[in-house]
Nanobody, 115 residues
Framework: QVQLVESGGGLVQPGGSLRLSCAAS????????MGWYRQAPGKQRELVAAIRTGGSTSYADSVKGRFTIFRDNGKNTVYLQMNSLNPEDTAVYYCNKFPDAFASWGQGTQVTVSS
């Protein structure tokens, strides 16, 4: 059974920072590239950032230079460091396998950027 548990979201002012965490089972974490995705109200889910098992990363243009994805192999956890947040970053953030996500998604974590 796929287990992906996201955490770390919250309410933050524009310009602020948050760090999201995604805990995955060891078998998933060691086998697949992982991605952070987000879904804003009324919009389709989109890929924000991805990290491959070898450590290479890629980012959506909208977050380049502001977000950083990294992984802790010892903790089977993928993180998303988000800086310089703006209201357009407001969404529910999910982690999943990249590029072909599992059909089953975690509950996600809500990020709200507002003054």
């Amino acid at each position: 059974q796929v287990q992906l548990v996201e955490s770390g979201g919250g309410l933050v002012q524009p310009g602020g920072s948050l760090r999201l965490s995604c805990a995955a089972s060891r078998s998933i974490f060691r086998t697949y590239a992982m991605g952070w995705y987000r879904q804003a109200p009324g919009k389709q889910r989109e890929l924000v950032a991805a990290i491959r098992t070898g450590g290479s990363t890629s980012y959506a243009d909208s977050v380049k230079g502001r977000f950083t994805i990294f992984r802790d192999n010892g903790k089977n956890t993928v993180y998303l460091q988000m800086n310089s947040l703006n209201p357009e970053d407001t969404a529910v953030y999910y982690c999943n396998k990249f590029p072909d996500a599992f059909a089953s998604w975690g509950q996600g974590t809500q990020v709200t950027v507002s003054s």
